[in-house]
């Protein structure tokens, strides 16, 4: 499955939030420093999709706020 991602760093909580089928927004407790932030993000998705953290895949946009992510 291929999601789309916004993520939202350094928020006061980690959350998933579903925008649309295939969209979702994610607030990371982490900060965009040294990858910080994109192995938060598949910790956190890996836990809300409840899949291994090595199912989680990011494709496209690791330096950027919109990612495209795939989860097998």
């Not at 916004?6 to 407790?29: A, C, F, H, M, Q």
């Amino acid at each position: 499955m291929r999601i789309y991602i916004k993520v939202s760093p350094r928020s006061s909580k980690n959350e998933v939030i579903k925008i649309s089928d295939g969209e979702y927004r994610v607030k990371l407790t982490a900060p965009p420093v040294d990858g910080e932030a994109n192995k938060k993000l598949v910790e956190i998705l890996a836990e809300h999709f409840g899949v291994s953290k090595s199912a989680v895949n990011i494709v496209g946009g690791k330096s950027a706020r919109t990612k495209i992510v795939d989860i097998l």
